[in-house]
């Protein structure tokens, strides 16, 4: 069975930089017909797609985050990261993993709160 | 950028009943590109269907999602208590590349 399981710090500063992390088990992140996705959600609101990456490395982002935004993926360690520049308190959500296929879903982490705060 | 507007906000049914929960595009979309999740407190969503019609493993057939060009539907029958939840549509835009997703709506079972 496929796991997903962020981590990361659960406090940052405004202006900083908030890095995750999804370690996936069960599963490998090779294969073309996968992409490894983040998606936040702001406490008691709905789902914003962030950003995928490929196995190969490609990515694509948020056309409202691309400048802030960064995303790659270490095949070896089954795992992919996130990192969100110059975070603001807008930025405060629960982050969560996800693995996509048939252009969905189906695979989530639990998901991580994330709060931008001094 | 397609837009997604769920209809409506909040419904309230009882157990046994039908629910009908809809999924507006701004502009005609693929059916291919269309695909339903239910979220319950403190969890992660799940996927329940996936290119607007494909039950997603271990969805029961009560689920149902249809539809096509700007309108879509996830129905859900013989309701249960379990079922409350929000659910969310979802759509995959190419050009450019980037996944929306609706503002939701709250199935309550009473």
């Known amino acids: 069975q496929l796991q997903l399981q962020e981590s990361g710090p659960g406090l940052v500063k405004p202006s900083e930089t908030l890095s995750l992390t999804c370690t996936v088990s069960?599963?490998?992140?090779?294969?073309?017909?996968?992409?490894w996705d983040w998606i936040r959600q702001p406490p008691g609101k709905g789902l914003e797609w962030i950003g995928s990456?490929?196995?190969?490395?490609?990515?694509y982002y948020n056309p409202s985050l691309k400048g802030r935004l960064s995303i790659s993926i270490d095949t070896s360690k089954n795992q992919f990261s996130l990192r969100l520049h110059f975070v603001t308190a807008a930025d405060t959500a629960v982050y969560y993993c996800?693995?996509?296929?048939?252009?969905?879903?189906?695979?989530w982490g639990q998901g991580i709160l994330a709060t931008v705060s001094s | 950028e397609i837009v997604l507007t769920q209809s409506p906000g909040t419904l309230s049914l009882s157990p046994g009943e039908r629910a009908t929960l809809s999924c507006r595009a701004s502009?005609?979309?693929?059916?291919?590109?269309l695909a339903w999740y239910q979220q319950k407190p403190g969890q992660a969503p799940r996927l329940l269907i996936y290119i607007a019609s494909n039950r997603a493993t271990g969805i029961p057939d009560r689920f149902t999602g249809s539809g096509s060009g700007t309108d879509f539907t996830l129905s859900i029958s013989r309701l249960e208590p379990e079922d409350s939840a929000v659910y969310y549509c979802q759509h995959y835009g190419s050009s450019p590349f980037m996944y929306t997703f609706g503002q939701g709506t709250k199935l309550e079972i009473k």
């Open positions: 996800a693995r996509g296929q048939n252009l969905a879903f189906d695979y």
């Open positions: 502009q005609s979309i693929s059916s291919r590109y």
């Open positions: 069960g599963g490998s992140l090779s294969g073309a017909v996968y992409n």
């Open positions: 990456v490929y196995y190969s490395g490609t990515t």
